[in-house]
């Protein structure tokens, strides 16, 4: 597609129960970012994935936090047992590999997530 | 460690022209970014800075000073369409394209 597409955009869940959110970047790019976004505050890493493979995922708050990107397209953020801190807005971005010139991060509009 | 600062709240009058200053301490750097965001939606691009001095694109310039860790974004003949967040991020040295944000600042401007 022409950008990144998130579902689903808005998400409220009980806590202890799970959710999957799901990232469609840019067809093509080999880059791909997770990020958590409280209220207010600025958007913070959990994780990246180069093609299929996650190579970093020191971002993630806690083991109960779970991404896939099994094909090396579509991504999926899997978050278990939910707590009323997970709250925020998930934004997924991807780009074209490498970090030369300004290789941009394109982001999607978000899933904001709300644990009663 | 890593630290971006920016202000958190800013205010100004339409058609004037605002400066949004950003200083960073990180263990690398490969680029700083900055990137405006409205209220519920996706952060998109604004400008890009490597070397030191003054890119210019529009009403929207961005300076940069390495040897300072710091950067600002001035905009010109603001709009209302310019209230907003914007967000200063600067990108590790590391091989991939990581960036680390600051808080925002939020730019209100008024008629």
């Known amino acids: 597609g022409a950008g990144v597409s998130q579902s689903p955009r808005y998400k409220v869940a009980k806590r202890g129960q799970d959710v999957a959110l799901r990232c469609d970047p840019i067809?093509?790019?080999?880059?791909l970012f997770w990020y958590q976004q409280a209220l207010g505050q600025g958007p913070e890493f959990l994780t990246y994935?180069?093609?299929?493979?996650?190579?970093?995922k020191s971002g993630l708050p806690s083991d109960r936090f779970f991404a896939e990107r099994p094909e090396g397209s579509v991504s999926t953020l899997k978050i278990q047992r939910t707590q009323q801190e997970d709250s925020a807005v998930y934004l997924c971005?991807?780009?074209?590999?490498?970090?030369?010139?300004?290789?941009?991060?394109?982001f999607g509009a978000g899933s904001r997530l709300t644990v009663l | 460690g890593q630290n971006i600062d920016q202000p958190t709240e800013m205010t100004a009058t339409e058609g004037a022209i605002v400066q949004i200053n950003c200083t960073y301490q990180?263990?690398?750097?490969?680029?700083l970014f900055w990137y405006q965001q409205h209220a519920g939606e996706a952060p998109t691009f604004l400008s890009y800075?490597?070397?030191?001095g003054l890119e210019e694109k529009g009403r929207f310039s961005s300076f940069l000073s390495r040897s300072k860790g710091y950067s600002y974004l001035l905009l010109k003949e603001l709009q209302m369409k310019d209230s907003a967040s914007y967000l200063c991020?600067?990108?590790?040295?590391?091989?991939?394209?990581?960036?680390?944000f600051g808080a925002g600042t939020r730019l209100a401007v008024h008629p």
């Open positions: 994935f180069q093609n299929e493979a996650q190579l970093d």
């Open positions: 800075n490597v070397l030191d």
């Open positions: 991020a600067v990108r590790e040295t590391g091989g991939y394209n990581k960036l680390i």
């Open positions: 971005a991807s780009s074209p590999q490498g970090a030369r010139g300004a290789n941009v991060l394109t």
């Open positions: 990180t263990s690398g750097f490969n680029g």
């Open positions: 067809s093509g790019h080999v880059s």
